[in-house]
């Protein structure tokens, strides 16, 4: 029907954006991390349930995990190819028009998602989340981003390797420059001749993919076998004789043995950590042992199963009343006896010499578990590694005191950062004669590339765990 001549042209109907459940979650998590300092891992699945209540669907919810996490891992890659799209500094650009860019350079540059479906889904969730205005600045910069493929983008944003190793590594695996300098120099320390450039970027890739889910059988209460009948695709652990590995998905919570605790959900590194420090030698009683860190109780849960079965009784001690509680939760059911306290490892709430094996997994960076919490390495920052000093030393130092003449002390962390692992390690033992060196490596067994020891340092690229760092020490006098 033509308009009569004179007349004015009616105004196109407002087409209300559609919405997109993935998409809102995804940027409601993202919003959540940035604003409320959430931890992805916590915040999202809160957001999935109450979208699915809402009748949100399983794909979308798989979608939905996929774009949160592929974003904040990619966010250095991202914001440096976001950066070179608009034309003010990036700090300049309102918080939560940046999620939604990022999110779609996301879903260009590190998705199968075909350009025009990942620009016209990202323009309608910035409709509804952002405005119409806003929404046809994303546009505009979506555009430019979708000109050019990832490696085409990393060629142009990130300075050459030749002129800035560790820059040019921190923008194209997306990790802050102080995380790559602080994991090359520890790579350097533990793997001398295999920490060129390639080992790098194999390290930091690992952080960047999806960590399997590992499960444990714990020893007594579970086994392989049971887990192996109750999930469909699985293989054995690599390392660990009490570790499964979920190949393709597969939801641990349907499982009979993790609903009722006697399998858990659990890292191999850390399985290992914990079975070096429970099979080192001993001579003498071998009775009571202590967790002196012991929250959630991923660690103290398999400690007490295997203590369990030698007969011997385990105190799982940790300081916050909350993360106590998750203590006692993994370990309800333990079939030996057991105690979980709560209290300040330093002070030390037992008898100087009382335990014959001692675990302190001390608080630290986390740079060791960055594949599986993908704001981490935005929120830390450097000072963070001297801040947790001294406090590591002195539960160093109170797990020593704590374990009898002859007895085992485990020193942990889940970060290969020299200054948490070995430096600690060195500074309590200067000056003390009644402390000796376990070499941790045979308590490892048929785990490759262990390097000279007598400690250990795990790698995700090199042994498909996190990055724990083990170091084993008698009291001798
Ligand atoms: C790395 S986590 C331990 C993880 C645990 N071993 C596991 O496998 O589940 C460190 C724990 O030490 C606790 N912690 C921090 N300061 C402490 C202190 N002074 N005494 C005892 N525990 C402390 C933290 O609350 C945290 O739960």
Redesign the pocket.
Known sequence: MSTPAGAKRAPRPHRRPKKDPARIVAFRALRAVDERDAYANLILPSLLREAERKGMERRDAALATELVYGTLRGQGTYDAVIAACVDRPLREVDPPVLDVLSLGAHQLLGTRIPSHAAVSATVELARVVLGDGRAKFVNAVLRKISAQDLAGWVAQVAPPYEDDAEDHLAVVHSHPRWVVSSLWDALGRWQPAASGRQAMEQLLEADNARPEVTLVARPGRSSVAELRAALPEVEDGRWSPYALRLTDGGDPAGVDAVRENRAGVQDEG?QLVALALANAPLDGPDRLWL??????????ALLGAVAAARGAALVA????QH?ARLVARALDGNPGPYAVIT????RGAWERGAFDRVLV????SGLGALRRRPEARWRRRPEDIAGFGP?QRE?LRSALDAARVGGVVGYAT?SPHLAETRAVVDDVLRGREDVEWIDARPLLPGVPDLGEGPDVQLWPHLHGTDAMYLALLRRTA
């Open positions: 850390s967790d002196g860190c012991a929250g959630p109780g991923g660690k103290a001690s940790e300081k916050q993360r209290a300040d490892g330093t997994d001390v608080p630290c406090l539960l889940c």
